[in-house]
Each structure stands twice: as C-alpha cells, then as structure tokens.
C-alpha cells in the first residue's frame, strides 16, 4: 500500500490504494483534524494571495494616475 506524508503534521500514513490513486499526486491529511487544519491554512494562503494581489493592484494604479 502506498505511503502518503500529511501535509499538516508530517506524519507518514498508508492509504489505500485507490485513494493514492484519487490523490493525483498530492499528499492526503492523516487524519479528519488535520484535514480541518489545513482547510484553514488553504483558505489563509487564498486570502493572503489575494490581499498580496489587491495591494500591488492599488499600487499600480496609483502609480498609472500619477504619470497621467
């Protein structure tokens, strides 16, 4: 059976084979905590990116008002 490494805690863990199969090549959570955990940490690294993408967006526009 194929060996998986949580994401969150880096616990090695083997999971069946036909979830290795559905996985696409990511790693599954060990377990329904730290599948919780790391809805929060995606959500968080989203909403980071897009805060990050909205600041360099205001950036740029201020900088194309002040040429004008």
Do not use: W, Y
């Not at 994401?7 to 979830?19: D, I, K, T, W």
């Amino acid at each position: 059976m194929p060996v998986h490494i949580c994401p969150v805690c880096g616990a090695r863990h083997v999971v069946s084979s036909v979830l290795h199969l559905l996985a696409h090549r990511r790693n599954l959570t060990c377990s329904p905590s730290c599948k919780a955990v790391f809805g929060q940490l995606v959500r968080r690294r989203i909403l980071a990116e897009m805060a990050e993408s909205a600041e360099r967006r205001r950036l740029s526009d201020r900088h194309q008002v002040s040429e004008d």
